[in-house]
C-alpha cells in the first residue's frame, strides 16, 4: 500500500490518477486501494468528532504560518494538540495520530494558497471543493 496525501488528478475507468503531495509522482488508484477524502476524516472529542478540516481552521487561527514540530516528544505533542482541540479524546487519539496532522498541516499549508485554510462563507473551509468545477481533491493513502 501507500501512505501520504495525494491529489486526485483524473478519473479513470478503474479509478483515479493521483500525484503525491510531497514528491509529486503520478500514480493510478484501484477500487483495491485504501483511500479517503481528507474532508471525511475526523477526530475523537468528548462530545462526538471533529473533521479535521475544522481542526487544520483551528490551528491556522493559532499559530499562523508557522510550522508545526511532528518530531517533538509524544507527552509535549499531545500537550500542544490540546491548545488547537481541548476536549479531543486523549483515549483514542494517539500521538502518532497527532504527528500526521501537524505533518499534513505543515504539507497543506505550503502547497495550497493561505485563503485555502481559512474560513469560507459559511465558516467551512475552501479546501479543496469537490463541489468546485477544477477542483482537485485530496486524499491519504493507507497501507494495511
Known amino acids: 500500500g501507500r501512505t501520504g496525501l495525494y491529489k486526485i488528478l483524473t478519473q479513470t475507468t478503474n479509478g483515479f490518477i493521483v500525484e503525491s503531495m510531497s514528491d509529486h509522482t503520478r500514480s493510478p488508484v484501484t477500487a483495491a486501494d ?12 468528548h462530545d462526538g468528532d471533529m473533521p479535521l478540516t475544522d481542526i487544520f ?5 493559532t499559530v499562523g504560518d508557522m510550522d508545526l514540530n511532528p518530531k517533538m516528544d509524544p507527552k509535549e505533542m499531545r500537550s500542544y494538540f490540546k491548545t488547537f482541540l481541548p476536549d479531543y479524546d486523549q483515549e483514542r487519539v494517539y500521538a502518532s495520530d497527532i504527528k500526521k496532522i501537524f505533518t499534513w498541516y505543515n504539507l497543506l499549508k505550503a502547497l495550497i494558497p493561505s485563503p485555502a485554510l481559512s474560513f469560507g462563507e459559511q465558516g467551512d473551509p475552501s479546501l479543496p471543493n469537490p463541489t468546485s468545477p477544477n477542483a482537485e481533491e485530496i486524499v491519504e493513502g493507507r497501507s494495511e
Do not use: C, F, P, S
Open 34 to 45: 485504501r483511500v479517503n477524502a481528507l474532508d471525511t476524516i475526523t477526530v475523537y472529542t
Open 57 to 61: 481552521i483551528k490551528i491556522r487561527e
